[in-house]
């Protein structure tokens, strides 16, 4: 709908997935995993709510489609969004509560090595911009934190980002997730 895509569909067939842009319900049709990119949470929200896609989204993650959310994506799917929007609620299918632009502005915006699980060999390059900070977690995992806070969660099927891995060289996290979602039977 809106944001960061451009970079993941690089990432994703530098990681051997074809890829579409899902922007109606029909696109959701046949897919194997599903990336909910950065970029604002309210406008995405209410753009998927206009042209019909939010309920669907939310089916189609309830019956198990594989999702990879960074950023604003991570806020979209949350229980709870602290310093919401007006009217802004997450769709209630990832157990976090997590606070809009909780690192600070734009100004704020910083990279730092992340030990993820799973990625053993080497740090992972975390970039944060207006990041959403997790203020806490219920029946999620966390698999990453930086200063002591959650910054990777999973959750049955969805695993979500504070940072953006497809603004990296790194492409380790979009290799998981295409290995994952390939396995997963449509
Ligand atoms: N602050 C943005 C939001 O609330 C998220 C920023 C991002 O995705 N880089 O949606």
Redesign the pocket.
């Known amino acids: 709908m809106q944001?960061?895509f451009a970079e993941h569909i690089r990432a994703l067939e530098e990681s051997g997935a074809r890829t579409r842009m899902v922007r109606t319900r029909e696109d959701l049709e046949g897919l194997d995993g599903l990336v909910l990119?950065?970029?604002?949470?309210?406008?995405?929200t209410m753009l998927m709510e206009r042209v019909g896609l939010l309920e669907p989204l939310r089916g189609a993650i309830e019956h198990g489609l594989p999702v990879l959310a960074?950023?604003?994506?991570?806020?979209?799917l949350a229980n709870e969004i602290t310093d919401a929007?007006e009217g802004q609620h997450g769709l209630g299918l990832l157990d976090i509560e997590v606070r809009?632009?909780g690192y600070g502005r734009q100004v704020d915006?910083f990279e730092a090595g992340l030990e993820i699980e799973g990625l053993p060999d080497s740090e992972f390059p975390g970039v944060?911009?207006?990041?959403?900070l997790v203020e806490s977690v219920g029946d999620a995992k966390v698999i990453a934190t930086y200063e002591g806070r959650p910054v990777a969660v999973r959750q049955g099927n969805i695993t979500a980002l504070c940072f953006?891995p497809e603004l990296s060289r790194d492409r380790r996290l979009h290799k998981e997730f295409v290995r994952l979602a390939s396995q997963v039977p449509a």
């Open positions: 944001g960061a990119p950065g970029g604002e949470s309210t406008t995405m960074t950023c604003a994506g991570m806020i979209v929007m809009r632009n915006s944060f911009i207006r990041a959403p953006h």
